[in-house]
């Protein structure tokens, strides 16, 4: 599985936030399957935002959810990230990814390249 993160590199605040993730070699609506999105603001550690399963069942971290809509489009192969509201502190690298759990519990991680945001008038 391969995922590549797509959307606009600056946003000014109180706007809207929003990337794509494209996924290939496989399907977003295969069992198992789990698809996230995570950003590294500078200095920080990998923080998760939320995720979407096969199913289209939808997790948010806390602490974002009031900001934080992710969806998606199966005939696309891709979900998406909307950040409302955004202020400079979301400025960070923004990463798909996605998680396979097999059978026995154990995982298998994919990962985007990471796509810089920048917010700033």
């Known amino acids: 599985v391969q995922l590549q993160e797509s959307g606009p590199g600056l946003v000014k605040p109180s706007q809207t936030l929003s990337l794509t993730c494209t996924v290939s070699g496989g399907s977003i609506t295969t069992a198992a399957y789990y698809w996230s999105w995570i950003r590294q603001s500078p200095g920080k550690g990998l923080e998760w935002m939320g995720t979407?399963?096969?199913?289209?069942?939808?997790y948010y971290s806390p602490s974002l959810e009031s900001r934080t809509s992710i969806s998606w489009d199966t005939s696309k192969n891709q979900f998406t990230l909307q950040l409302n509201s955004v202020t400079p502190e979301d400025t960070a690298v923004y990463y798909c990814?996605?998680?396979?759990?097999?059978?026995?519990?154990?995982?298998?991680?994919?990962w985007g390249q990471g796509t810089q945001v920048t917010v700033s008038s």
């Open positions: 979407i399963s096969y199913s289209g069942n939808t």
């Open positions: 990814a996605a998680v396979f759990h097999y059978s026995d519990n154990t995982r298998e991680t994919y």
